[in-house]
């Protein structure tokens, strides 16, 4: 299985970006997808995830602002990341979780000036 992440870039306080995740391979039934983060000497933590039913969770610091989908017919997942701060400067990271096993895509970063 392979995750290809996509969409990181600079931006303005404020500004928005959408990151995406295309998963390939040998693809089971997919529990859940999600997206992490980690910022300079802090640990990975989660940003948002869906799981197979559709339903959502956020961190709490990012509710309101971004917004997780996926397509599960094209098996890639989104972040719609809006009114962005400083404080979400990081290299984001997907996550593909099935049922015993997760995969980690190469991680994208997003760098919000201020």
């Known amino acids: 299985v392979q995750l290809q992440a996509s969409g990181g870039g600079l931006v303005q306080t404020g500004g928005s970006l959408r990151l995406s995740c295309a998963a390939s391979g040998d693809i089971d039934i997919i529990k859940d997808m999600g997206w992490y983060r980690q910022a300079p000497g802090k640990e990975r933590r989660l940003v948002a995830v869906i799981d197979l039913g559709g339903t959502t969770r956020y961190a709490e610091s990012v509710k309101g602002r971004f917004t997780i989908s996926r397509d599960a017919t094209k098996n890639t997942v989104h972040l719609q990341m809006n009114n962005l701060q400083p404080e979400d400067t990081a290299v984001y990271y997907c996550?593909?979780?099935?049922?015993?096993?997760?995969?980690w895509g190469q991680g994208t970063l997003v760098t919000v000036s201020s």
């Open positions: 996550k593909l979780s099935f049922w015993g096993s997760d995969y």
